[in-house]
């Protein structure tokens, strides 16, 4: 580079974070949104309303409920809250770090991870504030209950599976020259 020649100038920390503008605005929106329907399940139900303390929507397939899940998806490592709070943590932590190998400058993957983030950090707060995480969706499928969950779970399973199928149809990088 001449001497005289003039370096870009680096972007400020608003621009870098403008950058992620649409992973804010989705994990905003899935925040708020889980946020205010698990506020109003606590203001509405006690905390055990299952069954017939629930709220029938449509009978015999979904009530509204208020339970409280110690575990992650369907009670897995249930009573372990504070090493699935540290396991959110390192999550978040690794996302951004590793955002411009996830490919984070393009849209679509900021829908994806603005999903799976503001879930993310919904149940987060779930786990510091009450000890468990607050589910209120209750289907049932026949015989089959599926199991209870929330709006945030909703986002981080739409953003993961969303972010998976994306990867797929993008295109195979071009394979390195080999030497023979």
């Not at 897995?76 to 540290?86: C, I, K, N, P």
């Not at 679509?108 to 510091?128: A, E, I, S």
Request: with cysteine; net charge positive; proline share 7%.
């Amino acid at each position: 580079v001449p001497p005289d020649a003039a370096l870009p100038t680096p972007a400020s920390g608003f621009q870098r974070a403008l950058a992620y503008r649409w992973l804010w605005s989705f994990a905003l929106l899935v925040f708020i949104a889980d946020q205010l329907t698990k506020l109003w399940i606590i203001h509405r139900l006690p905390l055990g309303s299952y069954g017939p303390r629930g709220i029938t929507i449509f009978p015999g397939f979904f009530n509204l409920v208020h339970v409280g899940n110690t575990g992650a998806a369907w009670s897995m490592f249930s009573g372990r809250s504070t090493m699935l709070a540290l396991l959110a943590l390192a999550t978040l932590t690794a996302i951004f770090f590793y955002r411009k190998h996830l490919g984070l400058h393009q849209t679509v993957p900021q829908f994806c991870f603005g999903l799976l983030c503001g879930g993310t950090v919904g149940n987060l707060l779930d786990r510091l504030k009450h000890g468990h995480v607050i589910d209120f969706l209750d289907f049932h499928f026949g015989d089959y209950i599926f199991p209870t969950f929330n709006v945030a779970d909703s986002a981080i399973c739409i953003g993961v599976f969303s972010y998976i199928w994306w990867s797929l149809k993008q295109p195979e990088p071009p394979a390195a020259a080999s030497d023979q």
